[in-house]
Structures are given as C-alpha cells and as structure tokens.
C-alpha cells in the first residue's frame, strides 16, 4: 500500500478503493463469487438463483434537493441488484445514529425510505439500531442488505461486454454529484440542480422484457460513468468508445461543473445505469427505457471495441480523441 | 450554457483546423503557460488534430506545481501544531512535501480543511476563535486580489486567529527568467486569460519586443484555443511579433486596475523559489508591513530542513518544456496520480497528470 493509514481516497471508488480491495480484502475473504466485483453476488442457494448485496450510507449533508440518505440507502440496494437482472424483494436496514439527533429527522429519513420502498415495491424484513456517544458518528449512517431472485436464463455481469456492442446510458450524468457538492458548500441553492437518487429496479424490467440479450447493467455511482467504464472495460477486457457529444447532461449541471473545476464524467450518480447491449437489439432496449420516468432521457453512447482492451477512449466533440481513465483522488468524499 | 456550446462547436472547430493546416509551414513550438489550457488541450484532444509543424509545450502554468517543497513542508511542520487548522485549495494536499503530505497528515489527526476560496478560511477562523487558522495561499495574479481582499476584511473585523502563509507566484518574471536561461526553444505563448484579465499585457509586450516572441492570450475553451493557435501561426508565417487578444470577452490589454491595486495594497513582491526553475527574483508576493500580523511565518517558527527534490524527478524540465513527461524513468511505472512523485503528477493541471489520464500514445 502507498499508504500506512486509511486516507479519504480509499473511499473514493476509484483506483484506491481497488487497491484496497485488492490487496487487504480479497487476499482474506476472495472465492469465486466475491473475486468477481460485481455490484452484486449471483449464487444459487436450495434451487434459486439469487442476488445479494450490502451498502453503506454516511452522504453528507443527510439531506438534499431530490432525495435524502434514507431515499438513497434504499435506492443504491434496489439498484446494486437490479444490475444483476435480479428482481429485489427484502432489504435489511441498520442504522448507526448520533446522540442528540432530532426524532423529527430520524422521521423524515424514514418516511422517505417508505416512500422509495412502496415505488420499488420492496419489504424491509429486518433491521438494527446503533446509538453512538456524540462526535463518534456524524449524525446518521445506513447500511442497507438486500436480496432478489434472478431468473435462471439471466446472466448480466460486468465481464459480459463483447466487442460490437452498445453502450446504453439511462439519463443525463452527474446530477447527483453535483447536487451534493452545491447543497454542502451552500452554492447555486436557486439553480435547477437536483440529485437523480431513483429506484431502477422497474426500467430494468422494462428492457429485460424486451427479450434483448442483455449483457452488462452497471450503475454509474462513486467514481462516475468513466470509472464504471473503465471497470467494464478490465472485466470483459475489450476496449470502450464513447462519443461526447452523445452524452447527455442537464445545462445546468454542466454549467456547476466548469464553475466548480469538476468533471461531470467523474461525479457519482444515483439513479442512472449504464446497459451493454448487442448493437442489433440497441433502437429496441432504447426505446423501451424511454418508455419509463428513470429512463426517458437515455441514449447510445458508445460502442464496445476489441483493440486496447481495457481503455476507455473519449471522441471528443470537436473530433479529437483522448483517453477516459478512472478517478484517482477522492474527487468529493461522503456523496453516497 | 448556449455560449459554452458555441465555444466547442465541431463546424467552427473544423474550419479552424482546416486554416491551420493551410497556413503552417514552419515548423513551431508554442508555449501555454496556463494549467487550464494544459487540461483543455488535452481534454478535447487538440494535440492530435494539429499538424505535425506544431508542437504545444506545457509551460509553468499549474499554480500546484511550481510550489517548492519547502513551502509544503512548512505548511505540514504547521499542520502538526494541535491549535492549528491548515486551510487551502483542494490539490494542495496531495502535493509531497519531503516526507509527507497534508493528506497524510490530515488521517494522522491534524485539521487540514479544503475550501474554495480564501473567504472560506476566514469564516472558518470566525467559527473556531479557540484555533489558529491558517490559509496556505498559492496561484498567480488571478487567486492573489481575492486573498488580498480577504487580508484587508480581516483586518477590518480585527480578528487575530486567522494567518497568510503566502506561496503566490506572479507569472511575467517566471517567463523572462526562463527566456534568459536560454533553456528555451519556442516560437509563440499562449497567454493565460485569466492572469491577463488582471494585469493585461503590458509584461508580454515587453517580452516580445525584447526576446521577439509574439503571444496571444487565450480563453479556456477548444474553440478559443485553436483559434489562438491560427492567429499565433499567422503572425509567425508573416514574420510578426506582436501581442494580440483572442480571449476578448474577459482580458483586455489594461487589465483590472481594481483588482491589481488591492493585490499591491496587501502584498509586496519577493524572491520567490519555484519548484523546477529554483529561486527567481521578485516572482513571489508576501504582505505588506501594515498587514504583516497576518503572516504565518512571522507568528510561528516554521524553520524546516532545506527540502530536496528526488533527484531523478525531471518535473523541472517538464515544467521548463525542454522534457516531455514519457522521457521521465518513473513516469506511469512507479510515479501516478495515486503516487506521484513530482508535483507534475499531483495536480489534475500537472503535465504529467494531464499525459497520464488523457494522452493516446
């Protein structure tokens, strides 16, 4: 390690997240199901093929324009297994809370956990709550479990990219990053910005029953749309084209980010997925996500290429070419 | 964002391209001396769209990387007192000092805070009165009037827990330096349109009547930067030595008399050691004897041990651009973003940054 102590890069989602990983996580804990990093672990356990998944949730400030941690703590579990075509059906939830945080609060976080819950039609089945002495926490973190069946003939993951592909994106990128950093820092508060947190679990369904062969779903949460690409792109080890100009991104998102010095394709999303489909069967998954409120912005963006595997290569708009690597440094800690 | 998209329209960027291609004969090598035309450059992919005449050299222009070691190692030597909070701009506290970073320091316990403007320090000081707070100032004339302008609200709210440590760097003398060392060979500058939004052009006039280079100042965006590369490779193909302005909707050949006279209200130019180019007179700022209560090294002893760059670290040529980053032996092997060895590396304006995330070799 480059390190000896834990620095807020670790926690980035990007290179050092990976190092970490590697070198301290998997060397204990790695077997066939966890060595392949995915959003979520597929196995079959007494005939079912099932998904499983963990997350934590520490996203500072707790509440935001668009959603709040308990909207997201939801959200980011429902989300991890739909990537794997699962449908999610029980969560578990446990809390580590602050002392002297307001009841009131704790209330809001909650009624929008149920809120989110009800539209992805998912049960909380089991839960904990930590009380910690003030200053040993910041206020609330949620960790959020979740598990959901995956039907037997589905087999999405991040190594199933094949040159010729397309890269599919359900909406515009950033918006969450963005949102986090201006609700935190107190700037742009009369601007459109708006975090993206949504459930996606039912535009997955939507694309799936199109009958598409669907090969790779990924959020493009921590590290953004270049991270998660470049993770595809060293999974399936085939190479990753994107064109710039395809992308979509709010005005006023993009206007934040050349204000802040960020770029939008490093910011976290929390309601956005990135579909790998063959090119063939592309116009018809397109237009099934359209079809749905989390998807009616999505579009083609890219293609999946044999040369250079495991680079991501950007087209820029004014017709150069560059590379898209993955984040190193911690861009914006505690967004998630 | 209307006006963002018409600077990076792909119709006016092919006609600019087009004309380049048609004017250039000679073969060039021009200078930005800017670590946001660094990044443009490569974030749109301009390199590659030119022809092989034109060679883009990335000068002394990322405010990060030119801060010497020793400045560092006098903010993490502050860092370790207990009463002490270090603010300063994000970059910063990735920047290796001789034996540690900021970074570091901060998962070691001290209060390193981030912040994003110098305003921000100075609130930060308001709401902590039983800490010292102290500002690692960095950046050229462009960041300096608003630390000047923080300085003088300090003073005027009489707070006594808030401290400058000023690592300023002021451009023109780094550039006539680097032109007397003869360690140059170029033929244009692209000049920075934010450090000339407020000291206009005065500098480069002299430069070129002086050394005969001519120089455009440039905006940020693609559409800017080509267009600034056409008028620079006109000038040079009909033999002209002139400053022009490309960026006119910010810079003008005055600049910001407002901005300049708050700046030399507060601070005061001094030797200043640049990492890469050593000790280069008159090219730092330091504040003013009215406002030296404000100075972190008068309050505290902030004696280090003269600090050392590695030895094998080429960031200095890099920055002089007599060295391409991929000439360097720990370029990608063993100095990356995540361990960078050279300040080049640390920035995301750094050269050697902006080679590793987005050059296609």
């Known amino acids: 390690m480059v390190s000896d102590k834990i620095i807020l890069d670790h926690g980035s989602g990007g290179r050092s997240s990976q190092e970490l990983i590697e070198k301290l996580f998997l060397p204990r804990f790695g077997n066939s199901l966890l060595n392949e990093l995915n959003d979520s672990a597929v196995f079959e356990l007494g005939g079912a093929k099932l998904a499983f998944t963990t997350d934590s949730f520490v996203v500072d400030p707790i509440f935001f324009p668009g959603g709040d941690i308990g909207s997201l703590a939801i959200c980011g579990t429902v989300n991890d297994l739909s990537m794997r075509g699962a449908r999610p059906s029980y969560l578990s939830v446990g809390f580590i809370i602050?002392?002297?945080?307001?009841?009131?609060?704790?209330?809001?976080?909650?009624?929008?956990?149920?809120?989110?819950?009800?539209?992805?039609?998912?049960?909380?089945?089991?839960?904990?709550?930590?009380?910690?002495?003030?200053?040993?926490?910041?206020?609330?973190?949620?960790?959020?479990?979740?598990?959901?069946?995956?039907?037997?003939?589905?087999?999405?993951?991040?190594?199933?990219?094949?040159?010729?592909?397309?890269?599919?994106?359900?909406?515009?990128?950033?918006?969450?990053?963005?949102?986090?950093?201006?609700?935190?820092?107190?700037?742009?508060?009369?601007?459109?910005?708006?975090?993206?947190a949504s459930p996606l679990n039912h535009l997955v369904q939507k694309m799936l029953n199109t009958g598409s062969e669907i090969h790779v779903f990924r959020d493009p949460t921590r590290g953004g749309l270049a991270t998660t690409l470049n993770e595809i792109a060293i999974q399936s080890q085939v190479a990753i084209d994107i064109y710039e100009e395809a992308i979509p991104i709010n005005e006023s998102v993009l206007a934040a980010s050349e204000i802040l010095g960020l770029d939008p394709l490093y910011m976290a999303n929390e309601g956005k997925l990135i579909a790998i489909v063959p090119q063939s069967q592309a116009e018809a998954v397109l237009a099934a996500m359209r079809e749905t409120?989390?998807?009616?912005?999505?579009?083609?963006?890219?293609?999946?290429?044999?040369?250079?595997?495991?680079?991501?290569?950007?087209?820029?708009?004014?017709?150069?070419?560059?590379?898209?690597?993955?984040?190193?440094?911690?861009?914006?800690?505690?967004?998630? | 964002?209307?006006?963002?998209?018409?600077?990076?329209?792909?119709?006016i960027a092919k006609k600019l391209i087009d004309a380049i291609w048609d004017l250039s004969e000679t073969p060039v090598r021009l200078m930005e001396v800017c670590g946001s035309h660094t990044v443009s450059i490569f974030r749109h992919g301009?390199?590659?769209?030119?022809?092989?005449?034109?060679?883009?050299?990335?000068?002394?222009?990322?405010?990060?990387?030119?801060?010497?070691?020793?400045?560092?190692?006098?903010?993490?030597?502050?860092?370790?007192?207990?009463?002490?909070?270090?603010?300063?701009?994000?970059?910063?506290?990735?920047?290796?000092?001789?034996?540690?970073?900021?970074?570091?320091?901060?998962?070691?316990?001290?209060?390193?805070?981030?912040?994003y403007s110098s305003f921000d320090a100075l609130k930060t000081a308001c709401e902590n009165p039983?800490?010292?707070?102290?500002?690692?100032?960095?950046?050229?004339?462009?960041?300096?009037?608003?630390?000047?302008?923080?300085?003088?609200?300090?003073?005027?709210?009489?707070?006594?827990?808030?401290?400058?440590?000023?690592?300023?760097?002021?451009?023109?003398?780094?550039?006539?330096?680097?032109?007397?060392?003869?360690?140059?060979?170029?033929?244009?500058?692209?000049y920075p349109g934010h450090v000339t939004t407020i000291i206009g052009t005065l500098a480069y006039e002299q430069i070129a009547q002086k050394h005969g280079i001519p120089g455009v100042v440039c905006g940020f965006e693609p559409i800017d930067i080509l267009e600034t590369i056409f008028m620079l490779i006109r000038q040079i193909e009909q033999g002209e030595t002139t400053v022009e302005i490309q960026y006119k909707r910010g810079a003008t050949?005055?600049?910001?008399?407002?901005?300049?006279?708050?700046?030399?209200?507060?601070?005061?130019?001094?030797?200043?050691?640049w990492r890469g180019l050593g000790l280069i007179p008159e090219s730092g700022l330091t504040l003013r004897d009215e406002y030296r209560s404000f100075a972190a090294e008068d309050y505290f002893d902030l004696k280090v041990q003269p600090a050392k760059d590695h030895p094998d670290c080429v960031c200095g040529e890099v920055i002089c651009g007599t060295k391409n980053p991929a000439e360097c032996r720990f370029y990608r092997k063993v100095c990356t973003p995540q361990n960078p060895i050279g300040p080049c590396m640390v920035s995301t304006e750094g050269t050697c940054a902006a080679y590793y995330k987005y050059y296609i070799a």
């Open chain 2, 253 to 273: 050949a005055t600049g910001n008399l407002r901005a300049t006279e708050v700046l030399n209200q507060v601070f005061i130019t001094c030797d200043s050691n």
């Open chain 1, 293 to 336: 409120p989390y998807g009616r912005q999505a579009a083609l963006i890219g293609q999946v290429k044999e040369q250079n595997p495991g680079k991501v290569v950007m087209h820029t708009t004014i017709g150069g070419k560059r590379i898209i690597d993955m984040l190193t440094g911690e861009q914006l800690p505690r967004i998630c």
């Open chain 1, 98 to 196: 602050e002392e002297g945080f307001l009841i009131k609060e704790l209330e809001q976080i909650l009624f929008s956990m149920e809120k989110v819950a009800f539209e992805a039609d998912i049960q909380i089945v089991t839960g904990d709550t930590k009380v910690v002495p003030k200053g040993a926490a910041d206020k609330i973190f949620i960790n959020t479990s979740g598990i959901g069946l995956v039907p037997a003939n589905i087999d999405i993951a991040g190594q199933n990219a094949r040159p010729g592909d397309a890269v599919l994106i359900s909406g515009t990128i950033a918006d969450h990053g963005i949102t986090i950093l201006s609700a935190r820092e107190g700037l742009f508060l009369d601007s459109p910005l708006k975090s993206d």
């Open chain 2, 130 to 190: 039983k800490k010292t707070v102290v500002f690692l100032a960095i950046g050229f004339e462009t960041t300096a009037p608003a630390i000047a302008a923080t300085v003088l609200e300090a003073k005027r709210i009489k707070i006594d827990n808030f401290f400058i440590l000023s690592a300023h760097k002021l451009l023109p003398p780094a550039l006539t330096a680097l032109l007397n060392s003869d360690r140059l060979n170029i033929q244009g500058f692209i």
């Open chain 2, 46 to 115: 301009i390199r590659q769209m030119l022809p092989e005449t034109i060679q883009l050299i990335s000068g002394p222009g990322c405010p990060v990387c030119v801060t010497a070691r020793a400045e560092i190692d006098r903010a993490i030597v502050l860092s370790s007192y207990p009463e002490v909070i270090i603010t300063t701009f994000g970059d910063m506290i990735r920047v290796p000092g001789s034996l540690s970073t900021l970074q570091k320091q901060r998962a070691g316990g001290a209060d390193v805070r981030v912040v």
């Open chain 2, 1 to 11: 964002m209307k006006h963002l998209s018409e600077y990076r329209d792909k119709h």
